[in-house]
């Protein structure tokens, strides 16, 4: 066991995580908690490593597992399945999260920070200010680039005025021009010519479980769906082996094209029905179009997990 606390997000991490991740290390010492330490449970993704780059700034430490009595921080995310393994007998301290709440519990008392903001960095954001704490330009950046990222540079309907106001005077202390820097910052997360199929399925994919129902949904960004599209039969090849290997009975890929607002949806498994139920559309060759769609928190869980 580390003799630290430990501080991380998700499972499959996204620029949120790993940059809240990061600033919650910083606010901790901030604040005199020298011990917390940002850790990541998964590969680095394009979008994330443009970011860490631009700062040059190395990425946390990868964490596989936790052991018994870990004391631990949770980032962008609380259900247990997101998160490390080990992490049910983990001491969790504190959580910092946007995301409902399910799938988790803790026999100590805790810091619990839970707000329907567009990204994580906004309520660490927040944190800051409240706490007196002066917002140096590497945490702006990093709070900055999280907030674009979740709400795919305010255009996400997940985006709140908080989210509006926080990006606009991280952008001022870090002094970068956010619609510059949000879109080629963006853009470097949409080269998937790199990864194989199975590893783009799983670039940002979260595991869920309604009452032992078992469901994937994951979804890679885009400039251009019909460049995604050419690898369908590779893709939906790595989609049955997950569903095969995890015993899943829907997995979800979202293609979301990050310039027009629209996604194409490729749903596999014997509950893909539950997808045409939840969009009142017949998939047609395992997919449907869904125009407006992009965030997978507020746009597409809610009706899958309503009908699933």
Not at 93 to 112: A, K, M, Q
């Amino acid at each position: 066991m580390e003799n630290k606390v430990l501080v991380f997000g998700h499972k499959n991490p996204d620029t949120d995580t790993i940059c809240s991740s990061i600033v919650r290390e910083i606010l901790s010492h901030k604040d005199g908690w020298d011990s917390v330490e940002a850790r990541r449970l998964g590969n680095i993704n394009k979008e994330t490593q443009y970011v860490l780059d631009y700062l040059g700034i190395k990425a946390p430490e990868l964490l596989e597992k936790v052991e018994e009595g870990q004391q631990v921080l949770l980032v962008d995310h609380n259900e247990f399945n997101q998160s490390v393994e080990g992490i049910e007998k983990a001491e969790i301290l504190g959580v910092t999260d946007h995301h409902r709440i399910s799938n988790f519990e803790t026999s100590n008392p805790l810091y619990y920070t839970a707000k329907p903001y567009g990204c994580t960095s906004t309520i660490l954001f927040e944190e800051f200010k409240q706490r007196g704490h002066e917002i140096e330009r590497t945490e702006a950046i990093l709070m900055a680039s999280a907030i674009i990222s979740d709400t795919l540079l305010l255009k996400s309907p997940t985006t709140t005025e908080y989210d509006k106001k926080a990006l606009e005077e991280l952008g001022k202390i870090a002094n970068i021009n956010i619609e510059e820097y949000g879109l080629e910052m963006l853009k470097a997360g949409t080269d998937l010519d790199d990864f194989s199929a199975e590893e783009l399925i799983n670039l940002d994919a979260k595991s869920l479980d309604k009452n032992g129902t078992k469901f994937v949904i994951a979804q890679v960004n885009t400039v251009s769906i019909e460049d995604v599209l050419k690898r369908k039969e590779e893709l939906e090849k790595a989609i049955k082996t997950e569903i095969d290997k995890n015993q899943l009975s829907l997995f979800v890929l979202a293609i979301t094209d990050i310039l027009n607002s629209n996604s194409q949806i490729i749903a596999l498994g014997e509950k893909s029905k539950t997808v045409e139920d939840a969009f009142n559309k017949e998939l047609q060759d395992n997919m449907i179009f869904l125009e407006g769609v992009v965030s997978k928190k507020k746009q597409l869980f809610p009706p899958i997990d309503k009908n699933i």
